[in-house]
Antibody, heavy 119, light 107 residues
């Protein structure tokens, strides 16, 4: 069974940093691209970026809204995906989901972790 | 970036209705279109990919159609469990982009 479990969310002050984790199981982690998607309360889904699989060198791509502030990485030995978020703003407040990326489609999602950026 | 426009942000429906939700891309996305269902407090659920291919376990009352820039999600005979918000998403090019969502509400 494919499982994705996010952790690391919480309350952080504007300008602060946070690292989210996504522990995965039930599939060969290195075979898949992995993405982060966020959703502000009551709003739409927003793709943040992905990290490619082993065959594609684990390279990354990001949306313009987070490029330069957020970094996606992966620990392939433990099948964990990370999202390092720096210089956080109020508009980054959202539920953050990790998702297994199947050629751009997301059939598997975590349950989400809530990040609140507020003084 | 490819913009995805869902023409209705919400509409009222009745059980048993046939519902059609539309999604328009700002350019041709060559059927690289997915539909998701999301209920409050839950992660999205992938319903359809490739514009028309139903995911395993999705009831056959759901169907997708379209090509080029214009796509639709149809639900025949709406059930209580179908009351949710529906999002389209293009995966023709990065950045991957979602529509704003269409929320179905019971009359």
């Amino acid at each position: 069974e494919v499982k994705l479990v996010e952790s690391g969310g919480g309350l952080v002050q504007p300008g602060g940093s946070l690292r989210l984790s996504c522990a995965t199981s039930g599939f060969t982690f290195t075979d898949y691209y992995m993405s982060w998607v966020r959703q502000p309360p009551g709003k739409a889904l927003e793709w943040l970026g992905f990290i490619r699989n082993k065959a594609n060198g684990y390279t990354t791509e990001y949306s313009a809204s987070v490029k330069g502030r957020f970094t996606i990485s992966r620990d392939n030995s433990q099948s964990i995906l990370y999202l390092q978020m720096n210089t956080l703003r109020a508009e980054d407040s959202a539920t953050y989901y990790c998702a297994r990326d199947g050629h751009g489609r997301f059939a598997y999602w975590g349950q989400g972790t809530l990040v609140t950026v507020s003084a | 970036d490819i913009q995805m426009t869902q023409s209705s942000s919400s509409f009222s429906v009745s059980l048993g209705d046939r519902v059609t939700i539309t999604c328009k891309a700002s350019e041709d996305i060559y059927n690289r279109l997915a539909w998701y269902q999301q209920k409050p407090g839950n992660a999205p659920r992938l319903l359809i990919s490739g514009a028309t291919s139903l995911e395993t376990g999705v009831p056959s009352r759901f169907s997708g159609s379209g090509s080029g820039k214009d796509y639709t999600l149809s639900i025949t005979s709406l059930q209580t469990e179908d009351v949710a918000t529906y999002y389209c998403q293009q995966y023709w090019s990065t950045p991957l982009t979602f529509g704003a969502g269409t929320k179905l509400e019971l009359k």
